[in-house]
């Protein structure tokens, strides 16, 4: 905004652009991630496993949803909880705005799409931020479960729902001799129990429940940080965050607890969904900083005009401008020093 007016930009290509590009881009990704989660139309693969391995004969801790973390309850966390945030903080930013000089980069156009629809820059802030923010939560669904069918890692509780006929497999128990398995099973109906419950439990690499926490914890503290102006504090900002990875963390000690996660598919999902999360922030919505109204980036040149500057020590000289005398006593024009730039 400029002299109190705002800056108007027609375009008619926005709608088009959403409904024909955004929304189907969209609506592919939420179909492949129904269709990797609720269909068997790619295979989980089919790991062996060693005969009497301890690292899979955790007992079995029931269905997911008598879990501590259910995934309703996460579910719930990793839409409400960004979704508020990013809310509140639009809000706050269209009806508190901060002073022109403390604004990095000059605020967006109002732009006019034919003759009855205007998309005000507070509209499509919170459009944009929330549209990424589903695309990505979408787009970590579909990374964690790929990983989880192709690799088809046992769970902790994985033997306890195969339920293996050791005898008719040809397995030794363990005894002093042989601490150690002495064979890999890959029968393929090697498991006698619940089909469903099985194939549940080759699922484990990475998690996904980690991985959606980590996504929705590193976009939302992504934007406390680049975009909550607090002054007079600052330890604010840092306590929201770091209140906002609590959660998260959580979420992955309980997974371990109750030996339906390694620690090693707990760590690859938080990695997964903080990387996606990074990459949004940073690619896709430049920080959450709003653009030039004439849509162009800012010049080196033009960047250097609003860099903060200081005077030169020869503009303060109480001598009079004029000719100085050189040692040798041989004139030469006074010159002014350029204002530095600071780094």
Partial sequence: MAGGRPHLKRSFSIIPCFVFVESVLLGIVVLLAYRLEFTDTFPVHTQGFFCYDSTYAKPYPGPEAVSRAPPALIYALVTAGPTLTILLGELARAFFPAPPSSI??????????????????????????????SFGLFTTTIFANAGQVVTGNPTPHFLSVCRPNYTALGCQPPSPDRLGPDRFVTD???????????AAARRAFPCKDAALCAYAVTYTAMYVTLVFRVKGSRLVKPSLCLALLCPAFLVGVVR???????????????LTGAAIATFLVTCVVHKFQSRPPSG????????????????????????????????????????????????
């Fill in 188 to 198: 393929q109906g090697a498991c006698a129990g619940s089909p469903s419950l099985v």
């Fill in 296 to 343: 162009r980036r800012l010049s080196p040149w033009e960047d250097l005009g609003q860099a903060p500057t200081m005077d030169s020590p020869l503009e303060k000289n109480p001598r009079p401008a004029g000719r100085i005398r050189h040692r040798h006593g041989s004139p030469h024009p006074s010159r002014r020093t350029a204002p530095a730039v600071a780094t």
């Fill in 104 to 133: 990095p980069v000059t605020g967006e156009s109002t732009i006019v799409s034919g003759a009855c629809c205007r998309f005000s820059p507070p509209l499509r802030r919170l459009v944009r931020f929330l549209g990424v923010y």
């Fill in 256 to 270: 371990v607890a109750e030996y339906r996660n390694h620690w090693s598919d707990v760590l690859a999902g938080f």
